[in-house]
Structures are given as structure tokens and as C-alpha cells.
């Protein structure tokens, strides 16, 4: 089992730039696909991005595309989010997560990270 430790979170004005880190323990990630998500208050956990094992495509969910990016470091064990521009309506607590190999879905998870943008 994998234990993943979010950082980086803050608060930020908006048009800022915040760096979120995952960082794993207990075995690698670098065999598999991972995942962020946020959960503002009130509302369901979305989908951010994603990025595969290695190589290949990251998907951004649109109300992020072209402002956020995902990388992994498999060296590290890490993997980033590196949020530019942002939006009040970022803030919210950010999760990474592993994905079941062969699956859209998820399993292990962080304790989360707050990011708030103030307007």
C-alpha cells in the first residue's frame, strides 16, 4: 500500500501561481497512472488531471486546461501540480491519487492540500 502526502497549498491572489506536490511512500508510483482532484466546500470531488505511468497523454478537465499542469518526477516518487492563473473558483482542498491499472478509477489517496484564491 502507498501512503501519498499532499503540499503546497495556500492562499493565493488570483492571477497567482501555486505548485502543488504528492509525495509517495511505502512502495513506487512510477508503474502507475496518477490522478488529481479538488473538493470545494459544499460540492463533489472533481476530476483536475491526470497523468499516465510514463509518457503519454495528461488530461485536464477544461476548467483547468491550459493552466494547470501535471508532471511526475519517478525518481522522486512525486508527482506536481503546477497551477498558473488562478481563479477563486480554484479554491478548494486539492488530493492526489493512484489509479487502478486498467480502470478510470481511484484508490489510494492524500489527506489533501487547501489552496484558497482570494479575488
Known amino acids: 500500500q502507498v501512503q501519498l502526502v499532499e503540499s503546497g497549498g495556500g492562499l493565493v491572489q488570483a492571477g497567482g501561481s501555486l505548485r502543488l506536490s504528492c509525495a509517495a511512500s511505502g512502495r513506487t508510483i512510477s508503474n502507475v497512472a496518477m490522478g488529481w482532484f479538488r473538493q470545494a466546500p459544499g460540492k463533489e470531488r472533481d476530476f483536475v488531471a491526470s497523468i499516465p505511468r510514463s509518457g503519454g497523454v495528461t488530461i485536464y478537465a477544461n476548467s483547468v486546461k491550459g493552466r494547470f499542469t501535471i508532471s511526475r518526477d519517478s525518481a522522486k516518487n512525486m508527482v506536481y501540480l503546477q497551477m498558473n492563473n488562478l481563479k477563486p473558483e480554484d479554491t478548494a482542498v486539492y488530493y492526489c491519487?493512484?489509479?487502478?491499472?486498467?480502470?478510470?478509477?481511484?484508490?489510494?489517496w492524500g489527506q489533501g492540500t487547501q489552496v484558497t484564491v482570494s479575488s
Open positions: 491519487a493512484t489509479r487502478i491499472a486498467g480502470s478510470g478509477n481511484y484508490d489510494q
